[in-house]
């Protein structure tokens, strides 16, 4: 079991490199690979794609449902039945506050 990929170096810039020589490694210290820097690239996030539709009369919500009468055994009875088409999404939003990301490499907080 396991993966068969290279070991020479890796994407993730926290790796390390997995020698022993490495003269970073004391007791308590923690050896980081070199940092990848990417030009342009920031840990936040100021759009997103929104999970919201808009329907035939412009109204705005994430789900849609119709009311109908169906008829069983002499009986009325009023049942939702959910609208999947005619449906427009969203599209990209911007954020009121920007988020860091989720797979950018960031320390937080160092306690």
């Not at 210290?29 to 035939?56: I, K, N």
């Amino acid at each position: 079991m396991g993966g068969s990929g290279s070991k020479s170096k890796g994407f993730w810039p926290f790796s390390g490199s997995g020698s022993v020589d490495d003269p970073t490694k004391d007791g308590n210290e923690q050896s980081l690979a070199r940092v990848r820097t990417f030009p342009g690239a920031t840990p936040f996030v100021f759009t997103r794609r929104s999970s919201m539709f808009f329907d035939e009369d412009g109204d705005l919500a994430h789900e849609f449902y119709e009311e109908t009468i169906v008829t069983k055994n002499g009986r009325k009875k009023a049942k939702l039945k959910r609208i999947q088409k005619n449906l427009t999404a969203q599209g990209i939003i911007k954020l009121d506050h920007p988020c860091i990301h989720v797979d950018f490499p960031v320390v937080l907080c160092e306690a």
